[in-house]
Every structure is written in C-alpha cells, then in structure tokens.
C-alpha cells in the first residue's frame, strides 16, 4: 500500500513536470510567433514607408515637370502676345498714315497746278473780267487742300532753315539785321500734316 502511494506520487510530480515543460514548450513558441509577428510588421511598415517615399518622389518630380511646362507655355505665350502687341501697333501706325497721309502724292501734284494759277492771277490786270473769276477757283481749290491738311509754309522774312528751306541763290544783305534771312521766296514750301511737303525754294541775305 505504501509502495503504490509512492508510485502514485511521482506519476503525479512527473505530470507536473510534464504539464510545466508543455506550458513553457508553449510559452517558447508564443514568444517566438509573438516575434516573428512584430519583424513581420516592421517590415511591413518598412516596405509602406518606402512606397510612401517613392510615390512622393513620382509627385514631386510630376509636379515639377508640370512647373517647367508651364513655365515653357507662359513664355512662349508672352512672346506671341508681344508679337502681337508690335504688330497691332505697327498696323495701327501704317493706317493711321495712311489715313492721314493717303492723298500725299496726289497733293503734290497738284502743286504745281496752284503755283502756275498763283502766278496767272498775279500776272492779271485789275480791270480783267477773268482775274475774279480765277481768284475764287484757286481759292477754292486751297481751301479743299487745306482741309486734307496742306498748309503754305510762311517763309518770307524767316530766318533760314535748311530743314524747311531749300536756298537757290545768295544776295548781299541789305542791312546787317536781314543777315541770314529769307528776302525772296522763288517757289513757296507746303506743309502736309505739319511735315514738310514741299521745301521752299528761297533768296537769302548773306
């Protein structure tokens, strides 16, 4: 009897140490799990970190190739708009001369025509019947230049100007104040829209 009681009492303590070895066994390999677990996070977060990285990277450079298109864009659309800007000016300049200046080389000659009727009604008796009757056609005639902006230039008595005078001969000035100046106008010098049609062709005191 007392020797099954000892029997029995170490099959009991070789259980527990049985039990203890399969709990310890079994604690091993939950740490063990438990550890291969976090590594397995860690890489895990690792390899999302690096994919994180890459993406911001592919933004980043996305976002800087758009900047340099734009960029490329914005200039080559300032260039156009400055090109366009010149040549509206340049057009608007040529037509505005155009409009301004468009009867120029009709105008002038037509000159000629007014000097030779100029000439015609000086040369007339007072008592002529046809003298009026020229007058009011030259007159005529002047006004509607004028109004195309022809304006006679008033060379008599004015200093000599070689940007509105053209001298054809010289004379001894009759005094030392007529020096330099205009004493005798030969053909008279238009303006065309304040620019110099037609010199004046001039006598000066030398």
Same mark, same amino acid.
């Given at each position: 009897?007392? *020797? &099954?009681?000892?029997?029995? !009492? &170490?099959?009991?303590?070789?259980?527990?140490?049985?039990?203890?070895?399969?709990?310890?066994?079994?604690?091993?390999?939950?740490?063990?799990?438990?550890?291969?677990?976090? *590594?397995?996070?860690?890489?895990?977060?690792?390899?999302?970190?690096?994919?994180?990285?890459?993406?911001?990277?592919?933004?980043?450079?996305?976002? &800087?190739?758009?900047?340099?298109? $734009?960029?490329?864009?914005?200039? =080559?659309? $300032?260039?156009?708009?400055?090109?366009?800007? %010149?040549?509206?000016?340049?057009?608007?300049?040529?037509? @505005?001369?155009?409009?301004?200046?468009?009867?120029?080389? !009709?105008?002038?000659?037509?000159?000629?025509?007014?000097?030779?009727?100029?000439? @015609?009604?000086?040369?007339?008796?007072?008592?002529?019947?046809?003298?009026?009757? $020229?007058?009011?056609?030259? =007159?005529?005639?002047?006004?509607?230049?004028?109004?195309?902006?022809?304006?006679?230039? &008033? @060379?008599?008595?004015?200093?000599?100007?070689? %940007?509105?005078?053209?001298?054809?001969?010289?004379?001894?000035?009759?005094?030392?104040?007529?020096?330099?100046?205009?004493?005798?106008?030969?053909?008279?010098?238009?303006?065309? %829209?304040?620019? !110099?049609?037609?010199?004046?062709?001039?006598?000066?005191?030398?």
């Amino acid at each position: 009897m007392e *020797q &099954e009681n000892k029997e029995q !009492v &170490e099959n009991e303590q070789i259980e527990k140490e049985q039990t203890v070895n399969q709990e310890e066994t079994m604690a091993a390999d939950d740490n063990a799990s438990a550890d291969e677990t976090a *590594q397995e996070e860690d890489r895990s977060r690792r390899s999302r970190k690096k994919r994180a990285e890459r993406q911001v990277d592919e933004l980043t450079a996305k976002v &800087e190739d758009m900047g340099r298109k $734009m960029a490329e864009i914005n200039d =080559k659309y $300032m260039r156009i708009y400055s090109e366009y800007e %010149n040549y509206r000016k340049r057009t608007s300049a040529e037509k @505005a001369g155009l409009i301004l200046n468009g009867g120029k080389d !009709v105008i002038k000659l037509m000159l000629p025509i007014v000097d030779d009727m100029e000439r @015609a009604v000086a040369n007339m008796g007072d008592g002529d019947a046809a003298k009026e009757g $020229m007058q009011l056609i030259l =007159k005529n005639m002047l006004n509607a230049l004028q109004q195309k902006g022809l304006k006679p230039m &008033e @060379a008599m008595g004015a200093k000599f100007d070689e %940007n509105f005078h053209e001298a054809i001969t010289q004379i001894p000035a009759p005094s030392p104040e007529a020096k330099g100046t205009v004493v005798d106008v030969v053909k008279k010098g238009y303006f065309l %829209n304040d620019e !110099v049609l037609r010199f004046a062709q001039v006598v000066v005191a030398n």
